[in-house]
């Protein structure tokens, strides 16, 4: 069966370097997802990407994210300066079209990001 | 409370119990999804409900939904110590890219 996977599981940086977290989404979707989970609480809302561009972002992903799908198969989260508070979980999801609008998405296992 | 809330945070059961999550919310939706996370994993979707369907069932889960009270109740039946995990409602609004608006989540033990 198809997954969405990511690369790495866990990232240790130090605060203020960049990181990029990967994923591969499932081949035949076309809308793509990043959440974050903070430890004990509830996972949140990042960034929406469909057709080579962002269609939705939330407050959180502020000018220090950037989302890249820079081939045909891989979907890309760089953070570029870490925060303490940026440590966290790190979902991608995806979905297709396929079925009816808005229906379920698939997630990755997650990155859990450590920033020191 | 914050778009889908779920109460209890916590359950507690025994082996062969039912147990019975339910979660508010406040906007409209165009559906709302259960998900499962087991500890320090991924989310697992478990079923959809859309916003004109009242009830829907998957196995040994059942689902209903009430748009005029804004609520949404999962009921595991028949639990197993392998549905011990956390379950999160989540909803999607029409007219938006399909995120999902998560809530707090209920953390169920099923005891063997």
């Known amino acids: 069966e198809p997954e969405v996977t990511q690369t790495p599981s866990h990232q240790v940086t130090q605060m203020g370097q960049e990181v990029i977290l990967r994923c591969v989404p499932i081949?035949?979707?076309?809308?793509f997802y990043w959440y974050r989970q903070i430890l004990g609480q509830k996972v949140e809302f990042l960034v929406s990407?469909?057709?080579?561009?962002?269609?939705?972002k939330s407050e959180i992903f502020d000018d220090q994210f950037s989302v890249e799908r820079p081939d045909g198969s891989n979907f890309t989260l760089k953070i570029r300066s870490t925060k303490l508070e940026d440590s966290a979980m790190y979902f991608c999801?995806?979905?297709?079209?396929?079925?009816?609008?808005?229906?379920?998405?698939?997630f990755g296992p997650g990155t859990r990001l450590t920033v020191l | 409370s914050q778009q889908g809330e779920e109460d209890p945070q916590a359950l507690s059961i025994q082996e062969g119990e039912n147990a019975t999550m339910n979660c508010s919310y406040k906007?409209?939706?165009?559906?709302l999804q259960w998900y499962r996370q087991n500890s320090g994993r991924g989310l697992v979707h478990l079923i959809l409900?859309?916003?004109?369907?009242r009830e829907k069932h998957s196995g040994r889960l059942r689902v209903t939904l009430d748009t005029s009270k804004k609520s949404s109740s999962l009921l595991i039946t028949a639990s197993r110590a392998a549905d011990t995990a956390s379950y999160f409602c989540?909803?999607?609004?029409?007219?938006?890219?399909?995120?999902?608006?998560f809530g707090q989540g209920t953390t169920l033990q099923v005891k063997p």
């Open positions: 409900i859309r916003s004109n369907e």
């Open positions: 989540a909803t999607v609004s029409s007219g938006n890219t399909g995120k999902l608006i």
């Open positions: 990407f469909y057709n080579n561009e962002i269609s939705e």
């Open positions: 081949s035949n979707h076309l809308y």
């Open positions: 906007t409209s939706i165009n559906n």
């Open positions: 999801a995806s979905r297709s079209t396929s079925g009816g609008a808005y229906n379920e998405q698939f």
